[in-house]
């Protein structure tokens, strides 16, 4: 198993998935987990739900319908895109009504949990690609998960076993002093100065 450091300096979005796929019980386990993620009032605003097998059809389905109907190339990539993984797990945000909690904070949560769970699928061998559009308004993919008027649909995290090997997307070289700043006495803020990068941290 690697390190929590190897982990996130490794990890990266994977789009080419196959099986196997993390079964239901490690899901209930790697979320379990994952749900330990920074959450203002220990709301939980989220719930996710499980696509995979036939089931992935009936999304593309879903899909397909929200593409004009004359356009038969769209429905046809667009009932393809689930079956691009072997699970889907789809992002419900549930926003919880807090007058202490906003649901930009909801959000932030829902991204956090998110974020530990792709860390965690790649800790446990397992890729993963959040993908998202416009597509997570469509009446026919809310009616399909029997969305409720306040909930929304914050994309899919595709999962499954990362395919072929294709040459990672090179990064930008971070530049700490564009992002990280300090506020010194008086009000003034100023970028922090250089410190040497520790050992094997990505550029």
């Not at 019980?25 to 709301?43: K, M, N, Q, R, Y």
């Not at 009936?58 to 356009?71: F, I, K, M, T």
């Not at 597509?135 to 649909?153: I, N």
Request: glycine share 10%; with cysteine; charged share 20%.
């Amino acid at each position: 198993m690697m390190t929590l450091l190897d982990a996130v300096r490794s990890r990266r979005s994977v789009g080419r998935l196959v099986d196997p796929a993390p079964s239901d019980e490690e899901i209930v386990a790697l979320v379990t987990d994952a749900a330990s993620a920074p959450d203002h009032g220990l709301l939980r605003p989220w719930r996710l739900i499980v696509v995979r097998d036939t089931a992935r059809d009936a999304l593309g389905a879903a899909l397909a319908e929200g593409c004009p109907a004359d356009d038969a190339v769209g429905r046809r990539r667009a009932a393809g895109k689930p079956l691009r993984a072997p699970l889907l797990l789809s992002i419900v945000l549930v926003p919880r009504d807090n007058p202490k909690v906003p649901e930009w904070e909801q959000l932030a949560a829902t991204s956090a949990m998110v974020g530990n769970l792709g860390l965690l699928l790649h800790d446990a061998g397992y890729g993963a690609i959040w993908r998202t559009g416009n597509v997570t308004d469509s009446p026919q993919v809310r009616g399909l998960f029997g969305l409720a008027p306040g909930e929304r649909l914050l994309g899919w995290l595709y999962v499954g076993t990362p395919g072929a090997a294709s040459p990672p997307v090179p990064r930008p070289v971070f530049a700490p002093h564009e992002r990280l700043f300090a506020l010194r006495p008086g009000g003034t803020v100023v970028p922090l100065p250089a410190v040497p990068a520790r050992p094997g941290a990505q550029p």
